[in-house]
């Protein structure tokens, strides 16, 4: 029987067995982002893009406020794209609960200009169920940051929903990185939602969104991110 010849691995480096480990389990939640998924690991990073209007933020606003209130837990909102009022409308069109959200914000004015991404992490607790970033290129502007954002997400016991821009070309704005350290890309069209990357789950796939999400979202553009 052939047996290796046991190689002492350099510092950094470590050779491990595939045999048991965790496996991905999904958690179903009756959210289009959840379905078009198949699903959500709990703690994977998940970055949601479209054109504005197309109805990411609501969608990511659904889904949030299921899985806090199956978990058990709360939502954190960390919100530098729009304004408390405009949040809270977000969750009505899908009839979603805002009693488990919590906005984080930038307060307005010079007391608020030099919060940073870091800033707003830092008071979301880590039995939070999950954290909503809207948005991605909001919280870090440059390319930089935004690989530190991604960065530091990972690292998180929620499960982290990062709404994205996306460019002239139709694609995530940003470095193509952006898109490799998630674990799931999401892109949201007016009348479908489509999954690009999937750790847990076969990739491409789509579903059809319900006409009436598809038609709120297309009537209420520059409201929705």
Same mark, same amino acid.
């Given at each position: 029987m052939w047996e290796p010849i046991p190689i002492k691995p350099p510092p950094g480096i470590i050779v491990d067995s595939l045999e048991g480990g965790t496996p991905l389990r999904p958690k179903q939640f009756?959210?289009?982002?959840?379905?078009?998924?198949?699903?959500?690991?709990?703690?994977?990073?998940?970055?949601?893009?479209?054109? +504005?209007?197309? *109805?990411? %933020? #609501?969608?990511?606003?659904e889904l949030a406020a299921q899985m806090?209130? @199956?978990?058990?837990?709360? $939502?954190?909102?960390?919100?530098?794209?729009?304004?408390?009022?405009?949040?809270?409308?977000?969750? +009505?069109?899908? *009839?979603? %609960? #805002?009693?488990?959200?919590?906005?984080?914000?930038?307060?307005?004015? @010079?007391?608020?200009?030099? $919060?940073?991404?870091?800033?707003?992490?830092?008071?979301?607790?880590?039995?939070?169920?999950?954290?909503?970033?809207d948005s991605l290129q909001r919280w870090a502007r440059g390319f930089a940051e935004q690989t530190e954002l991604l960065d530091a997400v990972s690292g998180l016991a929620p499960t982290v929903l990062v709404v994205s821009h996306f460019n002239k070309a139709g694609r995530f704005a940003g470095p193509v990185?952006?898109?490799?350290?998630?674990?799931?890309?999401?892109?949201?069209?007016?009348?479908?939602?489509?999954?690009?990357?999937?750790?847990?789950?076969?990739?491409?796939?789509?579903?059809?969104?319900?006409?009436t999400s598809a038609t709120t979202s297309q009537t209420e553009k520059g409201v929705d991110g």
């Open positions: 009756p959210a289009i982002l959840a379905e078009a998924m198949g699903g959500v690991v709990l703690g994977m990073n998940i970055l949601v893009g479209g054109i +504005p209007g197309s *109805g990411k %933020s #609501t969608l990511c606003g806090a209130e @199956r978990l058990d837990s709360l $939502a954190y909102w960390l919100d530098a794209e729009q304004n408390r009022d405009i949040v809270r409308e977000l969750f +009505p069109r899908t *009839g979603s %609960s #805002t009693q488990r959200v919590r906005l984080v914000s930038r307060e307005r004015g @010079r007391a608020g200009a030099g $919060a940073s991404f870091r800033d707003a992490l830092e008071v979301v607790p880590r039995d939070a169920a999950v954290i909503v970033i990185g952006n898109e490799y350290d998630v674990d799931a890309t999401v892109i949201v069209e007016p009348d479908r939602v489509k999954v690009t990357k999937c750790r847990w789950a076969l990739c491409p796939r789509s579903v059809k969104r319900p006409q």
